[in-house]
């Protein structure tokens, strides 16, 4: 029997280990098919901090959700064997020092065949994830969700930051251009072409107001049917969501995705080789009622029950 999430019929939600979902603690991923893990940073951020708290917070409303998703039918703890491997220990005072650790405890995990799920965090940690992802599987496909591109080349001189990851991983050649998705665009930039450049590269772009009021079912469906059997990493930045429903964030903009949008997403992406997973910049300061981490941990979830190898029932 695969690693359980301790019941809330046995032990009372309120209490009980601090992991996601109050699955087992372990140190590292032998013997996992996915392992949790916490990455509490906010160096790389630009606006807001707070997104050191996020992984502390995800996995405190964690602690509501259920095993079996009556949903979709999903039944993930009934064939992976999951455990949260607890936080990184980054270097708070060193943003370079914290993405080369980040990036030497990817390597070490993906020594194991495991599906890494990461809590952020600021979107920063996502830039030395890909490189320990395309050591082992190469360039990889890539759905991005979020209200930003993250393509800025530099922000105050710096080439690492939560604004620049997509394309350092574009330049280093970590992902494959014409196989990445940018979800949720929106708002304001610092010229016209602060995302058009990217589609120039190759990224598919749906803008959030093209999304407004419509089902994202079809649009997962279609990343499917484009990326096949790639190995492919998804990325979720909370800040995709209107700021009505996450408002525990640290760069927010209006007019964004609905919770039930993510989930249409989400669900639709079922099929993908998913081979790891982060979401990021859910910072708690700016939310006291704790929904928007709630939120993040149930989108963990959703993506949980998409990952190969999952039972339905
Ligand atoms: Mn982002
Ligand atoms: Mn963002």
């Known amino acids: 029997m695969p690693n359980q999430p301790i019941s809330g019929n046995d032990l009372a939600r309120f209490s009980g280990p601090q992991s996601f979902m109050r699955l087992p603690e372990q140190a590292d991923a032998t013997g996992l098919d996915v392992a949790f893990v916490g990455i509490p940073m906010d160096i790389g951020t630009s606006w807001r901090s707070g997104t050191r708290f996020g992984p502390k917070q995800v996995r405190q409303e964690s602690a509501m959700i259920r095993p079996y998703n009556l949903q979709t039918g999903a039944a993930p703890f009934d064939s992976l064997n999951c455990a949260d491997t607890g936080d990184i220990a980054i270097n ?3 943003l370079a020092d914290s993405l080369k650790i980040i990036e030497s405890h990817y390597d070490a995990l993906l020594q194991h065949p495991v599906i890494p799920m990461g809590i952020g965090g600021d979107h920063a940690l996502t830039l030395p994830i890909l490189r320990a992802m395309a050591r082992k599987h190469g360039p990889v496909a890539l759905v991005h969700v979020d209200a930003h591109a993250d393509v800025n080349d530099e922000m105050f001189g710096m080439r690492e930051t939560h604004g620049t990851v997509f ?3 574009y330049e280093e050649g970590l992902i494959n251009p014409y196989k990445v998705w940018q979800i949720g665009l929106r708002g304001t930039g610092y010229s016209a072409e602060d995302f058009t450049e990217a589609a120039g590269w190759g990224f598919n772009q749906r803008l959030a107001p093209d999304l407004w009021h419509k089902s994202l079912t079809g649009l997962g469906q279609e990343i499917v049917a484009q990326i096949g059997d790639r190995p492919c990493y998804i990325t979720y930045d909370i800040d995709s969501l209107d700021p009505a429903y996450a408002p525990g964030t640290g760069t927010p903009e209006i007019g964004g995705l609905t919770t039930p ?16 997973c982060d979401l990021v910049e859910v910072s708690p300061p700016y939310d006291p009622s704790g929904n928007t981490a709630l939120t993040g941990a149930n989108i963990l979830y959703e993506l949980l029950c998409i990952l190969p190898g999952v039972t339905y029932r």
């Open 167 to 169: 394309r350092r991983a």
């Open 92 to 94: 708070t005072f060193s």
């Open 261 to 276: 949008q993510a989930m249409e997403l989400i669900r639709a992406l079922r099929g993908l080789n998913v081979v790891g």
